[in-house]
Every structure is written in C-alpha cells, then in structure tokens.
Nanobody, 115 residues
Framework: QVQLVESGGGLVQPGGSLRLSCAAS????????MGWYRQAPGKQRELIAV???????NYADSVKGRFTISIDTAKNTVYLQMNSLIPEDTAVYYC?????????WGQGTQVTVSS
C-alpha cells in the first residue's frame, strides 16, 4: 500500500509559478513510475508528466517546456515545477504512483491560474 500526500497548490496569476509536492509513504525506489495528472472542470483526467524509476521523463504537449517533474529520493517526494502558468492550467492536480501493477492516487490539490 502506497499513500501519497500532495501539497503546494493555490491561486497564482498568469505567468507565475508554483511547485507541487507529493510525498510517498514508501521508498521511491520501490515505485516503478510516478506521475502527475490533472482534471479541469467538465474534462477528463489527463496525464501531464511522468518519471520512471530510472529517471526518464515524459510530458504532455500542453505543458512541455513549462513544467518539470523531479524526484528527491532522500525525501521520497516527487515534485512538479510549473512555470509560465496560464488560465488553462487551472485544475485539480493529482499525484499517482505505480507499484507491482497497482496504481495509487493522492487526494488532489487545486491549482487556479487567474488575475
């Protein structure tokens, strides 16, 4: 069982930055992949960034060049650095972890981009 706790969401103006954190209850080394998803009102949840245990990363086209996913293995925490935020980034952001064929989810954190 993997528990994930997200933090770092909030209200930010267009062009601003936020960093989301996702703390795992187990060693990151026991997790195959970790990712960040988001779900905007009335839309399906979408995968926006993923990082594997080997450190490979991949991004959705909508966030490529603006968002960066990273891991701090000492803290068992994955981060999502979000720069150049636009109103279309407004959504609930979820952290996910894949381990031994199971998917685990955090509770979600709201990000609102508005002036």
């Amino acid at each position: 069982q993997v528990q994930l706790v997200e933090s770092g969401g909030g209200l930010v103006q267009p062009g601003g930055s936020l960093r989301l954190s996702c703390a795992a209850s187990v060693s990151i080394f026991s997790i195959n992949t970790m990712g960040w998803y988001r779900q905007a009102p009335g839309k399906q949840r979408e995968l926006i960034a993923v990082i594997t245990s080997g450190g490979s990363t991949n991004y959705a086209d909508s966030v490529k060049g603006r968002f960066t996913i990273s891991i701090d293995t000492a803290k068992n925490t994955v981060y999502l650095q979000m720069n150049s935020l636009i109103p279309e980034d407004t959504a609930v952001y979820y952290c996910s972890a894949g381990q031994y064929g199971h998917a685990y989810w955090g509770q979600g954190t709201q990000v609102t981009v508005s002036s």
